[in-house]
């Protein structure tokens, strides 16, 4: 048969609609299938080949040429998950230069071979992070794995100076890999060390609540109780100026008068405590300004003018203290203290009271110690499915400059034993 023509196929279903040749299909027609696809386009000896677009019942729709009932050279693909490629075909694959770009937001635009990416090309993901160079079967041939902080750990550092680290991408060799767009978070802690109740002291932090859920997870062995770390130079000027400001007497505030006795229940109301820091960081410490997310570039990123933040209110490891030695008992059935000598219970009042004001005005400052400084992939999506290794940074903090030099000034009082609170 030669002309027009209608015919159904019996074997599949299938009915075609549109030019013959000799009894083939050629030239123009269209074929509805079986499963509900429909195919319009060129024909030569009963193959697909040609311009056409076929349409199929699962919600894909390809626009382009054909070849042997096959996708070949040029032509759009447009796939159920909302995804479009534009560019080159063979022999039904995606084969040489096209642009994908997916239903995610995700862009791939380069060289193709065999249906994935291969050759020159570049990646931008919906995160922002884009990678442009060669690809092998799919891969970036350089593809960073891991995060390294640049200098040695521990690094030692003073409270009273801001300090700068440096972040690399490196692939499994250590070289390194010029990421652009990578998202990088920055955070740090104290080393947790679960504590358990003692005849000393009744601070258990193990069964504190909501302690274990706000634990940061490591690969160093241990895990981190949250420390504030910030890097806003207004905030850091603000507190540097309240830290030189002169320490009070903690005896002066709140002083009972002569031949008082301290009640106990205002020593445990706090009031003392309270007006002897009253207006200072410790009372407006809600929640500081944190490091914001930093972007890689090239590879790198440089982070400036870090500082250690005072610890807020009750820190949980600042809380324990240490071990003291219990008191002498006292042998309570002799007569009362004589006449001019304090009670016993009237010294451990006052003793409570000098302790909680110490403690306060040290909130004040950062403490000196190992802190621990966490760089963590928080790129979403994930590059390629893929997050890179954290990297630690462990910081010896020392004591301020200015406080060494006024310890070191400050004249010994001879004759004097100093006695510590602590």
């Known amino acids: 048969m030669t002309g027009n023509g209608i015919r159904f196929i019996a074997a599949n279903g299938s009915t075609y609609m549109g030019q013959f040749y000799m009894g083939h299909f050629q030239g123009n027609g269209e074929m509805k299938y079986k499963d509900g696809g429909l195919y319009s386009g060129e024909w030569d000896s009963n193959q697909r080949s040609g311009n056409g677009t076929l349409q199929e019942a699962q919600g894909q729709t390809y626009l382009g040429n054909w070849h042997n009932n096959k996708r070949h050279e040029q032509g759009k693909q447009y796939y159920k998950d909302g995804s479009r490629y534009d ?18 937001g995700s862009i791939f ?82 080393k947790y060390a679960p504590v358990t109740a003692t005849p000393q002291s009744s601070i258990d932090l193990t069964s504190d609540d909501g302690v274990e859920d706000r634990l940061i997870p490591t690969e160093l062995g241990y895990d981190l109780f949250p420390y504030p770390i910030c890097n806003d130079t207004a905030f850091f000027e603000m507190y540097l100026k309240e830290c030189e400001e002169e320490e009070p007497d903690p005896t002066v505030k709140g002083k009972a008068k002569p031949k008082e006795r ?18 200072s960081l410790v009372e407006e410490r809600k929640e500081y300004p944190r490091v914001a997310t930093v972007t890689v570039e090239d590879g790198t990123v440089t982070v400036p003018s870090l500082f250690f933040a005072p610890p807020p209110p009750n820190y949980k490891p600042f809380a324990v203290p240490e071990e003291e030695t219990p008191p002498t008992p006292v042998d309570r059935s002799k007569s009362r203290a004589a006449p001019g000598r304090r009670s016993e219970a ?77």
């Open 87 to 104: 560019g080159n075909w063979h022999n039904d694959k995606r084969h040489g230069q096209g642009e994908l770009r997916c239903g995610d």
């Open 109 to 190: 635009d380069g060289q193709w071979k065999n249906d994935v990416f291969h050759g020159f090309g570049m990646h931008i993901s919906p995160s922002g992070m884009y990678f442009e160079g060669q690809w092998i079967n799919g891969k970036p041939s350089e593809m960073a794995v891991k995060i390294v902080i640049k200098g040695a750990s521990p690094r030692d550092a003073q409270s009273d100076q801001p300090f700068t680290i440096e972040i690399e991408t490196h692939d499994a060799n250590g070289n390194l890999v010029k990421d652009n767009g990578r998202k990088l978070e920055l955070t740090a802690g104290v």
């Open 262 to 279: 301290v009640k106990e229940e205002d020593t445990e109301s706090g009031k003392d405590d309270q007006a002897s820091i009253d207006g």
């Open 346 to 422: 009237s010294i451990n009042a006052r003793t409570a009271s000098k302790l909680s004001k110490r403690s306060s005005f040290e909130e004040k400052g950062v403490r000196a110690g190992e802190y621990v400084i966490s760089v963590r992939d928080i790129t979403q999506p994930p590059f390629l499915g893929f997050c890179l290794e954290p990297a630690y940074l462990i910081v010896r903090l020392l004591p301020s400059a200015a406080k060494k030099a006024k310890a070191a000034k400050k004249p010994k009082e001879r004759g004097q034993r100093r006695v510590s609170v602590w």
